[in-house]
Nanobody, 115 residues
Framework: QVQLVESGGGLVQAGGSLRLSCTASGSTDSINAMGWYRQAPGKQRELVALISRGGSTNYADSVKGRFTISRLNVKNTVYLQMGSLKPEDTAVYYC?????????WGQGTQVTVSS
């Protein structure tokens, strides 16, 4: 089992920045890719960014050039640096870790961008 704990959400004005962190504990050796998803009210959960254990990244088109995902394997932590934030980035952001045939989710952290 893997447990994921997110931190770093909050309220920020448009154009501002935030950094999210997600730390995994438990059977962390089984984790391959880690990433961030988000869900806005009334919308489906969507991919924001993913990073493999080796550092390969994948971003949603809507965040390319504004968000950066990174990972520190020795700390079992993944980060999401968010810049040039827009009101449409407002959502609950969830950390996700992919194990062997299993997916783990964090509890979510709220990000609110005011206009």
């Amino acid at each position: 089992q893997v447990q994921l704990v997110e931190s770093g959400g909050g309220l920020v004005q448009a154009g501002g920045s935030l950094r999210l962190s997600c730390t995994a504990s438990g059977s962390t050796d089984s984790i391959n890719a880690m990433g961030w998803y988000r869900q806005a009210p009334g919308k489906q959960r969507e991919l924001v960014a993913l990073i493999s254990r080796g550092g390969s990244t994948n971003y949603a088109d809507s965040v390319k050039g504004r968000f950066t995902i990174s990972r520190l394997n020795v700390k079992n932590t993944v980060y999401l640096q968010m810049g040039s934030l827009k009101p449409e980035d407002t959502a609950v952001y969830y950390c996700r870790a992919e194990g062997v045939g299993v997916t783990y989710w964090g509890q979510g952290t709220q990000v609110t961008v005011s206009s």
